[in-house]
């Protein structure tokens, strides 16, 4: 159980377009969906937490115009990355829990997305 | 400030021998602690959790973890490994907010376990 999909799992684009992520859980409903982003051996940084219904809370440097999130239902939350350029390109991956039914219920991790942006 | 540190950065460990990973939190209160292992490319997968009672708590894949609060440690542990542990492992904590809903999920650096033939 508590299963989380993203997709896609790789994407390549050239710079200046938008690329959108999508992060489902598959089977338990998402009240709360959390975005990270990992560099290449670094741990994970926290960009942003959405609750269904609600705009997404945004870390500090996070500019929010560039990614945006949304989180319209309680399976899936999407990522745009809007206007990308290279220094976008990285590992991004969601995560999403219960919460609101369950408080011990722990954040399940979708695989990533690696977001390479020519 | 809230914290989670993992002094080590790189472990190589031969298949078959013991492994321990150090996680140490800096909380007001007992967080929720976590362990997670990240295969290369993929997401994160949790090995086990703490969030209250016992202090040795058993994971998947035979990993288990012992929470100190004397030492303000939660450190994850497997008797025999296998070359298949190879991986990166994260500790995290969070605190709950009064309102039923989680906190930030706050992750150490990381470790990265190496398995030797």
């Known amino acids: 159980g508590a299963v989380v999909s993203q997709h896609p799992s790789w994407v390549i684009c050239k710079s200046g377009t938008s690329v959108k992520i999508e992060c489902r859980s598959l089977?338990?409903?998402?009240?709360?969906m959390f975005w990270y982003r990992q560099f290449p051996k670094q741990s994970l940084m926290l960009m942003a937490t959405?609750?269904?219904?609600?705009?997404?809370?945004?870390e500090q440097g996070v500019e929010k115009d560039k990614f945006l999130i949304n989180h319209a239902s309680l399976t899936l939350s999407t990522l745009t990355v809007t206007s990308a350029h290279p220094e976008d390109s990285s590992f991004y991956i969601c995560s999403a829990t219960a919460a609101r039914d369950r408080v011990d219920q722990p954040q399940h991790f979708g695989d990533g997305t690696r977001l390479s942006i020519l | 400030a809230q914290s989670v540190t993992q002094p080590d950065i790189h472990i190589t460990v031969s298949e078959g021998a013991s492994l321990e990973l150090r996680c140490n939190y800096s909380y007001g209160a007992t967080p929720y602690l976590f362990w997670y292992v990240q295969s290369p490319g993929q997401g994160l997968q949790l090995l086990l959790k703490y969030f209250s009672g016992d202090t040795l708590v058993q994971g998947i894949k035979g990993f288990e973890a012992e929470f100190k609060r004397s030492q303000s440690s939660f450190n994850l542990r497997k008797p025999s490994v296998h070359w298949s542990d190879a991986a990166e492992y994260f500790c995290a904590g969070a605190v709950v907010r009064t309102t039923d809903s989680w906190g930030k999920l706050q992750f150490g650096a990381g470790t990265q376990v190496v398995v030797t033939p």
């Open positions: 089977d338990f409903q998402a009240t709360t």
């Open positions: 959405s609750n269904e219904g609600s705009k997404a809370t945004y």
